[in-house]
């Protein structure tokens, strides 16, 4: 499969710990961008990258952190865990830079965290 | 700052009936409009976007500047349009980002 991959799935963790969540865009595409989706909010646009580089930023904590490997990889690191960062993570890809991004998101499959 | 609301978290409809979803958007340049959806254990996935003007699935939506609005619509709903659906707005100028609105859960109903 060539789609975008997340890991891990599903993951469970204890207020103020630490985790990482790890992407794999779609082969060719160089733009990686980090959403959270909860039951209250919906999508919401955490951060993009672009061929390694921090290209946007949307509501993103500074207690949460990314980056962009140069296999393109990209790795959100979430820390100081609140009950209220519980939600769906979502990594999506495109193959055009932020100038030439037509609309079109090539989603994973989410990685769901579960913090107590 | 721009913002899609899309008003209704949850619409049931019959199969057979209408169905409309709702979208409205807040922006002060020139917005291009997206449907997004996702089925049952798939991927999140773009539906339709309002510049080709296609119909996907029987499903259409018109972009109303004068309303803001960009709903989608389908004459007769099917069991398996039973989904989650995202309207989403596309930025213009060098920043180009997507913004999503808070989702409405279909359900067609037997």
């Known amino acids: 499969d060539s789609g975008v991959t997340q890991t891990p799935k599903h993951l469970i963790t204890a207020t103020g710990q630490r985790v990482t969540l790890r992407c794999s865009p779609r082969?060719?595409?160089?733009?990686v961008y980090w959403y959270q989706q909860s039951l209250d909010q919906g999508l919401q646009f955490l951060i993009q990258?672009?061929?390694?580089?921090?290209?946007a930023k949307g509501n993103i904590l500074e207690r949460f952190s990314a980056q962009q490997f140069p296999d393109l990889h990209s790795e959100l690191n979430l820390s100081s865990l609140e009950l209220g960062d519980s939600a769906l993570y979502f990594c999506?890809?495109?193959?055009?830079?932020?100038?030439?991004?037509?609309?079109?998101?090539?989603f994973g499959e989410g990685s769901r965290l579960t913090v107590l | 700052a721009q913002r899609v609301t899309q008003p209704e978290k949850l619409l049931s409809v019959f199969k057979g009936a209408p169905v409309e979803l709702k979208c409205n958007y807040s922006?002060?340049?020139?917005?291009?409009l997206f449907w997004y959806v996702q089925y049952s254990r798939q991927r999140l996935q773009l539906l339709l976007r309002?510049?080709s003007r296609e119909s996907i699935k029987g499903f259409t939506a018109d972009l109303n500047k004068g309303e803001t609005s960009f709903h989608l619509k389908k004459p007769f709903a099917q069991e398996e349009d039973s989904a989650m659906y995202y309207c989403?707005?596309?930025?213009?100028?060098?920043?180009?980002?997507?913004?999503f609105g808070s989702g409405t859960q279909l359900t067609v109903l037997p």
């Open positions: 999506a890809s495109s193959v055009v830079s932020l100038e030439g991004f037509t609309g079109e998101l090539f």
């Open positions: 082969s060719g595409d160089l733009s």
């Open positions: 990258y672009y061929n390694g580089e921090e290209r």
């Open positions: 922006y002060s340049g020139s917005p291009e």
């Open positions: 309002h510049i």
């Open positions: 989403a707005l596309l930025s213009s100028g060098s920043a180009r980002q997507l913004t």
